[in-house]
């Protein structure tokens, strides 16, 4: 598959270790962690060395700055690095312990940091982000600016917080990766001119 990808011109690659398997999905299958994204890493700079050398592979990888034990994160991405990573993308930011993770970064890691950006889709959305996904930490006032309210008043508070945090770290980012929330396409257009005219 690398072979192919670098053949059609593919040169950006995100390489992630993922989830592992739930066990109800299972059944008779284990799950293969005998190739990680150190692995991984490590092999594709390799044959960036060599087979791909006159068109070589840009690998990115992950940071979460939403470890709760951050200097192990920030451990795991200087490893990431020695092993070919030329650039991090991290999860979203959301608070104020997210934005303090990133600077951190920032002063640590010698490569760039791209910023995640998440607008909220709405109340319900924010509450399962906070609630489900690991890390996640909206503000309070920012979920409950969210409550009983109509869709483009959804869109206007989204937007807007999504551009403080935006506008938080544009002096110190290298660049921005923005996630569609639930085909929430508009919110995403928005930022992408707001960002354009910093």
Not at 183 to 191: A, R, S, T
Request: charged share 25%.
């Amino acid at each position: 598959l690398l072979t192919a990808g670098n053949i059609e011109g593919i040169s950006d690659i995100l390489i992630i270790t993922g989830d592992p398997v739930l066990q109800i999905d299972r059944v008779d299958d284990k799950g293969v962690f005998s190739f990680n994204s150190y692995d991984l890493m490590s092999f594709l700079s390799s044959l960036n060395d060599d087979s791909f050398y006159s068109s070589p592979y840009k690998i990115y990888g992950a940071l979460n700055v939403n470890s709760p034990n951050f200097e192990n994160e920030l451990a795991r991405a200087k490893r990431k690095i020695n092993c070919g990573a030329k650039i991090l993308l991290t999860q979203p930011i959301f608070s104020e312990k997210n934005l303090e993770n990133y600077f951190l970064a920032k002063k640590e890691l010698p490569c760039k940091i791209y910023a995640g950006i998440l607008p909220i889709a709405s109340y319900k959305n924010a509450l399962f982000l906070n609630n489900e996904v690991s890390g996640i930490e909206i503000p309070e006032e920012v979920i409950k600016s969210l409550e009983n309210k109509t869709s483009n008043e959804v869109k206007d508070i989204s937007v807007s917080f999504s551009k403080s945090i935006i506008n938080r770290i544009k002096d110190n980012c290298d660049g921005y990766y923005i996630m569609t929330p639930l085909k929430k396409i508009d919110f995403v257009e928005n930022l992408i001119k707001y960002i354009k005219n910093l």
